[in-house]
Antibody
């Protein structure tokens, strides 16, 4: 079964850091661009970052540039999102997505609060 | 950034009726437009890509149309499980962006 499973979410203070992980199964991550998408509580969806198959190209939404880093380890079939200098407005469910658009993880909640 | 605007924000429809949801882009996105359905507490479900092509396993009552800046998602005969929120998303220009969503509710 093709599946994405996120982990690493939790409660963090403003200014803190968190690293999200996404484990892929049922397909080879190295063959696909991969993405992170987030959704604040009760709000709409926001596409956060994309990374090319070999990691050579990365794209970020303006609001996270310089603070978030998307990366991947194709040997481990895993995707990551390093989040630094976290703000209250980063509070959201973070989804790992294969941007053939059909494969989404279940999401991991990140709460930034003191 | 391309702004996607969905209308109406809420659509009140009776089961069995037709629902028409609109999505407008602030500039042309060609046909690089996707539609999703999202139920509370769940990840979005992929419905349509390329503005009009149904994803695998999506019932034929869902159809998409449009190109450029104007798009439509039509649900031909609403079933009980269709009453939820729908989002459009453009993937023509980075950053990829979503509309704010249309909630389809029972009339």
């Amino acid at each position: 079964e093709v599946q994405l499973v996120e982990s690493g979410g939790g409660l963090v203070q403003p200014g803190g850091s968190l690293r999200l992980s996404c484990a892929a199964s049922g397909f080879s991550l190295r063959s696909y661009w991969m993405s992170w998408v987030r959704q604040a509580p009760g709000k709409g969806l926001e596409w956060v970052a994309n990374i090319k198959e070999d990691g050579s190209e990365k794209y970020y939404v303006e609001s996270v540039k310089g603070r978030f880093t998307i990366s991947r380890d194709n040997a481990k079939n895993s995707l990551y999102l390093q989040m630094n200098s976290l703000r209250a407005e980063d509070t959201a469910v973070y989804y790992c997505v294969r941007p053939t658009f059909d494969i989404w993880g279940q999401g991991t909640m990140v709460t930034v609060s003191s | 950034e391309i702004v996607m605007t969905q209308s109406p924000a809420t659509l009140s429809v009776s089961p069995g009726e037709r629902a028409t949801l609109s999505c407008r882009a602030s500039q042309s996105v060609s046909s690089k437009l996707a539609w999703y359905q999202q139920k509370p507490g769940q990840a979005p479900r992929f419905l349509i890509y390329g503005a009009s092509t149904r994803a695998t396993g999506i019932p034929a009552r869902f159809s998409g149309s449009g190109s450029g800046t104007e798009f439509t998602l039509t649900i031909s005969s609403l079933q009980s499980e269709d009453f939820t929120v729908y989002y459009c998303q453009q993937y023509n220009n980075w950053p990829w962006t979503f509309g704010q969503g249309t909630k389809v509710e029972f009339k």
